[in-house]
């Protein structure tokens, strides 16, 4: 202690050293007394939200040690990816990491035997989710769990007299006291997509920026791609086009893409009597769009260049319509899977992986059109809306914007579609999930 305290008393005789003390000392205390400064809960506000910020890359503000499990999720691929969306910040309200669910490969929500169970990690990389979202949600395996017998059940409710509240009450009660110390939850109870929803559309914004194509399906999502610019080069027929199509037997295009409309055109069987039921009963004219009224309104596109390849996404199966090539005018060169050559690619996979093809064509056309009670066309409308604010667009609706989207089902100038950019300021996904005709544009 003497041999400290002269130390001490000769290194302060500079200010520098005096200063240093200090810090130290200020370092030291609120260590003790504040340890959440130390970055065991990293707290940011941004725009009046609370968000748990990851320091030093590692997810303090999620517990590794605490699980929920929640039930199969079914329906189409969109209903699937909301649902799993939900799971995850349903999870992130308990401080707890969601064990890797179960999707359904099929379509047949009905029929439980035939839901074809499928892992996440079939359709979506595992280790890029935990690194996109880290910090801010988590996903878990089965193997992480140390005790699987002592699982607390928690009852998800149902029908009219569950209400928005009293699903919010039942979270916060099992984030806290004896409840909270159980290893593992699991809701039981109906799909997760039907749950209450407590949290806004930049939330599920982000989870779905974390969701990455397998390399195997991304691959299969370039051929298509590829495939589709390729026609485009031929239809220009210009030096450049030449030039592409000479290259585009390559692993991946390295030529400067050709512009291409995807149009997700909702004329399946299932839908016309789904949209026919949805306007009786919103009293509205403005869901249901035949073949007829969807070519008019792709063709009065305001500033669309042509000639151009028109990329349509049906539901071959569900198609009761074999003339959707029919009708476009001079400069609209329509294609589906079997014109285009690409059926093969999709006959491989199930249902499931399919969809997540064509979504994937649809996000990267330059141009999208869908409809705005879709729930495929919602979310790919809410993707290319976020893609604009991450290139810190000013003017998300004015002209000449990147990744435009428009919906076909609500007239807009000269007869053509109305454009469609997400309001990420809501405070539910309600709209996106079941369908609206107020689009910010």
Known sequence: MEVLSKFLTGTMNSVTSKCMFFLVTVLILRALLFPSFLGFDGIEWSNLVYIRTPLLNFDFGIRQDKFLVVPQIVWGLNNQKIAFARASLTARMLNRTLLMPSLSASLFYKEIDLLQPISFDKIFQFDKFNALCNGFVRLGRYSDVSNRTEVLEMEKGSGRRWTVERDLSQLKEHGKGSLD???????????????HDHWPVKDYARIFECLDLTEEIAKEVDRVVSRIRAVGGKITRNTEAAEMQNSITSDGPSFKPLPYVAVHMRIEIDWMIHCKNLERRLNTN?????????????????????????????ADKLLNNSSILEGWEEGFLPFEKKKLGVDGIYKKYPYLIQSAIDYEVCLRADTFVGNSFSTFSSLIALERTQKMIRMNATNLCGENV????????????SNGPMRWVTNMSESSLQAISYGTNHISC
């Not at 990147?402 to 100038?413: C, E, F, L, Q, V």
């Open 181 to 195: 110390d159980h290893e593992v939850i699991r809701i039981v109870g109906k799909n997760p997509f039907l749950w």
């Open 286 to 314: 403005q869901i249901c769009s035949g073949k007829k009224e969807i070519v008019e309104r792709v063709r009065n596109i305001g500033g669309l260049k042509t000639p151009v390849v028109v990329y349509l996404a049906v």
């Open 402 to 413: 990147r990744w435009p989207s428009y919906a076909y089902n609500i007239p807009g100038t």
